[in-house]
């Protein structure tokens, strides 16, 4: 950057003394205008079409700017929202409390809720509704609402259509203090899909919008939402419980309400002032977000830039000095950005650092855990055993039952530690990419099961060919989980059967498959395969850690693939995944 400073020097000093010379040999004020035309007129046009894009451009930036914002609190109210319905879901599918709802035992099914309100402190009540409506239980309970029909209420009407989870519009509840509230309305189901109950979370607005409050958008800009129906739920300058206001005829409330996004300018016949106003919908529950600013603050930056940019392009227009020092400062800020790239970089190296330092510090705490907690653990299992064989006779069936149930537990407790130093590991082992012949790995580990119980019966059918791009230790960790997992839940099968093979591509990658006929699970639970010790089955059943699945997971996903699973009760389970 140096040298381009030092070129520009030359180059103003080369040209600093022709002008006086042109002048004083032409002597004519014709020259002197030609000349000043020609130094100012490209630099007036350059300088206009300069102007005009700045201003564009700023606009651009700030429009963009607000746009970010509503969507960014579209998307808090979102997850706000669908953590609402994730808690009534998780409430509204217990199996006691559901047989409980058909049975008609309103009373006995809320006193199983009567904690929700202290687990989550911003459900402020939980009440169920039958079918038609009609309040059967409430927790805490209110006076005279029982035996009340709300069907005319928007949660009801939402959740009656629709036979899924519903976010209801702001309103104003029936009973006293009657504040603004929004219902989340969870149908409660037989087996057979009927509707038999309601399960309705009551929150207060105010409560659950507290972090909008927080936004800053700027001198005198407000963030505010509306619901469904185009009712202004929250404003930071509006009183928290006072009248909704419908704001459904805005267009831009309009726009939002149709899942549609952006920024405009428009004019606001009560304020009589142009404002910024941005709007966002929020995903999946038709609410949404506005963003409003009055022009003149929101634009305050631009039209400061402009000034300055305005006044330095006339100093350029009425000398050409001014042109250089323009030349100057574009110099300048490509040096900063230089500057900023350096910056950057060495931050880049900094946190690179940091992460090296942080691995270092998790191998040791690998190193700890496969040493120093195993140590005890052997003590303990060693002992256990000593008594076992030396003191036996001193001992009732009570004591080395206990002592037996010791060994036991240390000997699982050395197992997780096992599978989670394996987790850890190939989460971070570096990937050795290569052509693997997936079928081989295949028939080794098969090979491998059947010697270690070869009195079981059991057909394996490993497709020929089937070969891969990847890590081919990672990739056999894979297979031998997967295997291992058909190998145990078959082991019940008179005639156990495991297949490995592959099919065409999808989305252009090879899919491969590894398929049992064991017991089987209840796809209700498939997304709980993959999570680390979750369990379909009880540890005395089939023995396990609950860690080899999320590996296996791990495994998939360092080779930019996916895995997932199909099964039924009692007719075997099949795991797909592609790499």
């Not at 989870?165 to 219902?183: C, F, G, L, T, W």
């Not at 936004?215 to 469904?228: A, F, M, Q, S």
């Not at 977000?289 to 929101?298: L, S």
């Not at 040791?364 to 055993?385: E, K, N």
Request: with cysteine.
């Amino acid at each position: 950057m140096q040298d381009d400073g030092r070129t520009t020097t030359r180059h103003q000093e080369t040209h600093t003394p022709i002008v006086p010379q042109v002048i004083h040999r032409t002597d004519r004020w014709p020259s002197r205008v030609v000349i000043v035309v020609a130094i100012v007129a490209p630099i007036s046009l350059v300088a206009a079409f300069n102007v005009l894009k700045s201003y564009h451009d700023f606009t651009a930036v700030t429009l963009s700017e607000r746009r970010m914002i509503a969507s960014l609190a579209a998307t808090t109210l979102h997850e706000k929202f669908e953590r609402l319905t994730a808690i009534g879901i998780s409430l509204a599918t217990r199996v006691q409390f559901r047989r409980l709802i058909q049975a008609g035992q309103w009373d006995e099914a809320v006193d199983i809720l009567r904690s929700v309100p202290e687990d989550f402190p911003f459900i402020e009540r939980v009440f169920l509704a039958d079918p038609h409506g009609t309040l059967m239980a409430d927790t805490p309970a209110l006076p005279d609402v029982r035996g009340v029909n709300f069907a005319y209420r928007d949660w009801y009407q939402g959740v009656n259509h629709t036979g899924i989870p519903y976010v209801s519009d702001a309103y104003q509840r029936a009973a006293a203090p009657q504040y603004h509230v929004i219902a989340a309305a969870l149908p409660i189901k037989t087996d057979e899909h009927r509707i038999t109950g309601i399960l309705v979370l009551q929150v207060r607005l105010q409560s659950l919008l507290e972090w909008m409050y927080t936004i800053e958008l700027g001198p005198g800009g407000v963030v505010y939402l509306v619901d469904r129906r185009g009712q202004m739920a929250a404003h930071p300058e509006l009183a928290p419980d006072g009248e909704l206001r419908d704001v459904s005829s805005v267009p831009a409330v309009q726009e939002a309400l149709r899942g549609e996004g952006g920024a405009d300018i428009a004019f606001d016949p009560v304020a009589q002032e142009a404002r910024v106003v941005a709007y966002a919908p929020v995903p999946g529950y038709g609410w949404g977000v506005m963003a409003e600013q009055p022009t003149r603050t929101a634009f305050a930056a631009r039209n400061r830039e402009l000034r300055h940019l305005g006044l330095a392009y006339g100093l350029v227009a009425l000398a050409s000095g001014t042109f250089a020092y323009w030349i100057l400062r574009t110099l300048t800020e490509r040096r900063r950005a230089a500057y900023r790239i350096s910056a950057l970089n060495a931050d880049l190296q900094r946190w690179g650092a940091e992460l090296e330092e942080a691995n270092k510090e998790l191998d040791a705490f690998s190193y700890t855990v496969s040493h120093d907690l195993r140590t005890p653990l052997s003590i303990i299992d060693g002992f256990s055993q000593a008594l076992l064989e030396n003191y036996a006779a001193t001992l009732d069936a009570r004591g080395r039952d206990y002592l037996q149930r010791i060994c036991g537990a240390t000997q699982r407790m050395a197992d997780l530690i096992d599978a989670l130093l394996g987790l850890s590991h190939v989460t971070r082992a570096e990937l050795v990419w290569e052509v693997v012949d997936v079928s081989a790995l295949a028939r080794a580990i098969a090979t491998d099961l059947q010697r270690c119980e070869p009195t079981r019966q059991a057909e394996f059918v490993i497709a020929d060919g089937v070969v891969a791009h990847g890590d081919a230790r990672l990739l056999g960790v894979v297979l031998e989980n997967l295997f291992s997992n058909a190998w145990k839940f078959t082991a019940r099968q008179p005639q156990a059967r495991i297949e490995f093979g592959s099919l065409p591509q999808r989305e252009g990658s090879l899919v491969f498959f590894v398929r049992d006929n064991g017991v089987g699970f209840d796809m209700v639970h498939a997304d709980k395969l993959f999570r680390a010790f979750q369990r379909l089955h009880g540890r005395t059943e089939y023995p396990g850690t609950g860690v080899g699945l999320a590996t296996v997971q791990r495994i998939i996903q360092r080779h930019g693939g996916r895995i997932w699973a199909e099964g039924a009760v009692g007719q075997g389970a099949t795991f797909y995944f592609t790499l």
